[in-house]
């Protein structure tokens, strides 16, 4: 079973930006989808962006036109690039990697990264 390891989290000020990484602990099937999640407290889980087959990319509302998903050729890092940082994105970002169709529950989980966002 494939591990994502996320790094990249921190803390900044309202309107910096960061960039995280997910690294896939083997080499993955170009099909995988590969995505971020946000967990802020006493809130439930929360897709942020996704990554499919082809290069298509999703993302939340919330987060369009300041957020960026991409992957690397290889296909196992998947990075989320993050813009204009509000404090309303603080929360513990997570990596999911799954079968592509499949639903993130299906999928593996990284262990998190905190995004703290200072105002």
């Known amino acids: 079973q494939v591990h994502p390891v996320e790094s990249g989290g921190g803390l900044v000020q309202a309107g910096e930006s960061l960039r995280l990484t997910c690294a896939a602990s083997r080499s993955i099937h170009s099909t995988y989808t590969m995505a971020w999640y946000r967990q802020a407290p006493g809130k439930q889980r929360e897709v942020v962006a996704s990554i499919i087959y082809g290069g298509k990319t999703y993302y939340a509302d919330s987060v369009k036109g300041r957020f960026t998903i991409s992957r690397d050729n290889a296909g196992n890092t998947v990075y989320l690039q993050m813009n204009m940082l509000k404090p309303e994105d603080t929360a513990v970002y997570y990596c999911?990697?799954?079968?592509?169709?499949?639903?993130?529950?299906?999928?593996?989980w990284g262990q998190g990264t905190q995004v703290t966002v200072s105002s």
């Open positions: 999911n990697i799954r079968s592509r169709g499949a639903p993130a529950d299906s999928g593996s």
